[in-house]
């Protein structure tokens, strides 16, 4: 006599499931665009971070601004400076050339990005932007360097 199943077998639904989780889990990201949205978030929060370590470092060193003297590799002291109010390591801009490494602004006017680095700071003003001019996920007229 030959039995015959009738349905599937618990751990067969089981893996069914889990398959169909993981398919979910990678493609809604991708579907709803939620992964560009929580970049920009990422962005506006670090930068809200060390925008807060300059005004503090500011705050200590009266009213004076961090220096930063070279671009890139050269800008190691603002790291250095930096250390006391940005807890672990300098973080890396998520967008554009993805470092942590800093172009320096000359001037009392605006920073403009020139997408050379991850970041841009001019010590004159203390302003510290994201030095990326591609468009936000959330506005098609903003870049990132506008956060």
């Not at 169909?20 to 930068?47: D, M, Y």
């Not at 300059?54 to 930063?68: H, K, Q, R, V, W």
């Not at 990005?113 to 700071?121: C, E, F, H, I, S």
Request: hydrophobic share 40%; aromatic share 8%; net charge negative.
């Amino acid at each position: 006599m030959v039995r015959r199943r009738n349905g599937f077998t618990l751990i067969e639904l089981v893996v069914v499931i889990l398959i169909l989780g993981i398919l979910a889990g990678v493609g809604a990201p991708k579907l709803f665009s939620t992964s560009g949205l929580a970049t920009e978030n990422g962005v506006r929060q670090t930068l809200s971070i060390i925008r807060d370590s300059i005004e503090l470092y500011s705050a200590d060193n009266g009213g004076t601004f961090p220096t930063c003297t070279g671009t890139g590799v050269g800008a190691t002291n603002f790291h250095g400076l930096m250390a006391d109010y940005v807890r672990g390591k300098f973080p890396a801009s998520p967008v554009g050339v993805e470092d942590n490494l800093i172009t320096v602004a000359t001037g009392t006017g605006p920073a403009v990005a020139n997408n050379a680095t991850g970041w841009m700071y001019n010590p004159t003003t203390g302003e510290f932007i994201c030095n990326c001019t591609a468009d936000t996920p959330s506005a098609d007229t903003g870049n990132y360097n506008e956060l």
